[in-house]
């Protein structure tokens, strides 16, 4: 029973109790900004990507979703009816976004657009399915996140504050599931164990540095340990990131792993997110590191063990 | 109530992506068992042999996919797993003088975003119907564009590279295969 009330003690404070050092204000605007120059990256070819005759035709894409994922033929359809011709629909629909980013960014009306943005943003995705990858589908949960950073406008304060820390454990949580699957899903195989799989990365998306990697090639080790390296900080990552000791550490890690991923895959949206997911998700914690009246998991357990409960 | 709530959410959270991605690794089993034996090392093969989720998988998209879509996690996060492929694909269209038709995307997102089509395109090789009808579409497009273009050649460039000790064995080299696949007309 002691353990039990000890857990929930616990659990309230690990998940409702550690907003004293967020900093909401450049969370939401941080995504915002991102959102603004994610969209504005393929606004010139928005007809070849979103467009019903775009490279993949609307009927080939409704082949790879469900009829309830959000779709831009939601909008375009009835507004086709109104007689406004696709691309004008859809320069009207790019313009809703863009302005109600920037009325976040202006702290207007954040609730109301933040919600918007995050079913617009999955329109354009459930909308180019074939053209999606791992950048859009993380801004997605990103704006479906940024909807708790928001919620002060309808929240008591107080109710706020326990909001906004749950928003964080939840993207902390998160992320420590996806680095524990995107290793868990390399151990299966060989490449990543033998190096081979830096090797075919090299000659697939950055044969340019082929050229430079060819002496190294005579020292395969090189290469195992590098794949070796990506494997274990992405399975390690969601335990050691918990401890204030390697915290800092592994963070510095995985911000190098997508600085590289941006550099050398040319990744760059990609990058960029998940290294601004990880500065929400746990930069905060640098800042806190400084205050001695931080809230960590140490302090945590000992004011639980010298809890009389 | 709102603490309640909050809880929950991260639950069903907890569980529904977990799922997904183990589903997602499952489904990796479609493969041919041929492959599944090269390409998988013994605890691979121990996982997809053993981890046995077809109801699980039938119920599970069914009942929880709309949260997953909802919240931008429907694909899992199995990126390059379990293995990189030693090949590379790209698709080469030509009109009927032999000229290759450019992409006309214009930013370096756009383009990346094309390189993902392309990633997806190659699960679809062996499926005829489906492979025919996203190359069917992407000529559609280029028609749109060029109202000159009456007929296109659909090429595919394999570009096949040796792994680290054949490398070291017979030196440097690309095989690459220039495989004219089909041809697409205006109707």
Not at chain 1, 62 to 71: D, E, R, T
Not at chain 2, 136 to 159: G, P, Q, T
């Amino acid at each position: 029973m002691i353990f039990y009330k000890k857990i929930l003690v616990f659990t309230n404070s690990f998940l409702f109790e550690n907003e004293k050092f967020i900093n909401k204000n450049f969370i939401v605007k941080a995504i915002a900004l991102f959102s603004i120059i994610n969209i504005l990256l393929v606004f010139p070819d928005r007809a070849n990507i979103f467009g019903s005759h775009g490279f993949i035709s609307r009927d080939v894409n409704n082949l790879f979703i469900l009829s309830y994922s959000p779709q831009l033929s939601w909008l375009i359809t009835p507004l086709a009816r109104l007689g406004l011709s696709e691309n004008l629909s859809l320069l009207l629909i790019i313009t809703i976004y863009l302005m109600s980013l920037v009325c976040i960014l202006m702290d207007y009306g954040r609730l109301v657009f933040s919600v918007l943005i995050w079913f617009i943003h999955l329109m354009f995705v459930q909308s180019s399915y074939l053209f999606a990858y791992g950048a859009d589908y993380f801004l997605s949960f990103l704006l479906f996140v940024n909807i708790f950073f928001n919620l002060d406008t309808v929240l008591k304060p107080e109710s706020f504050k326990m909001v906004c820390s749950f928003a964080i454990r939840f993207l902390q949580i998160h992320l420590c599931i996806v680095y524990f699957f995107s290793g868990f899903g390399k151990t299966l195989g060989i490449s990543w164990f033998d190096g081979n799989a830096i090797w075919y990365l090299a000659n697939t998306y950055f044969p340019w540095l082929v050229g430079t990697l060819l002496p190294l090639a005579k020292y395969p080790i090189l290469f195992k340990m590098l794949s070796v390296s990506v494997v274990l900080i992405e399975l390690l990552y969601p335990f050691f990131i918990w401890f204030s000791k390697t915290r800092r550490i592994l963070l510095i890690l995985i911000i190098i792993l997508h600085l590289s991923i941006g550099i050398f895959m040319q990744f760059y949206t990609f990058a960029a997110i998940m290294i601004l997911m990880n500065l929400i998700a746990f930069g905060y914690y640098f800042k806190k590191d400084f205050n001695l009246s931080s809230i960590s998991f140490g302090t945590i357990w000992r004011k639980l063990s010298l809890n009389k409960i | 109530m709102i603490k309640k709530i909050l809880v929950f959410l991260l639950l069903l959270h907890i569980f529904l992506v977990i799922s997904i991605n183990l589903i997602t690794i499952r489904g990796l089993e479609t493969i041919d068992p041929q492959i599944l034996s090269k390409e998988f090392n013994t605890f691979g093969r121990f996982y997809i042999r053993n981890f046995k989720a077809e109801y699980y998988q039938k119920y599970f998209n069914t009942i929880f996919n709309p949260y997953l879509i909802y919240t931008g996690t429907d694909r899992g996060y199995e990126f390059f797993s379990p293995n990189l492929m030693p090949s590379k694909m790209e698709l080469l269209f030509l009109d009927k003088r032999g000229n290759e038709i450019k992409f006309p995307f214009i930013t370096p997102e756009s383009k990346l975003k094309f390189f993902s089509t392309t990633y997806y395109f190659n699960g679809f090789l062996a499926d005829k119907k489906m492979r025919d009808r996203i190359l069917r579409s992407m000529s559609s497009r280029f028609m749109i564009l060029n109202s000159n273009l009456y007929e296109i050649n659909v090429h595919l460039k394999i570009s096949e590279f040796d792994n680290l000790d054949t490398l070291n064995k017979n030196g440097y080299r690309i095989n690459q295969k220039n495989i004219k696949a089909f041809i697409v007309s205006r109707k």
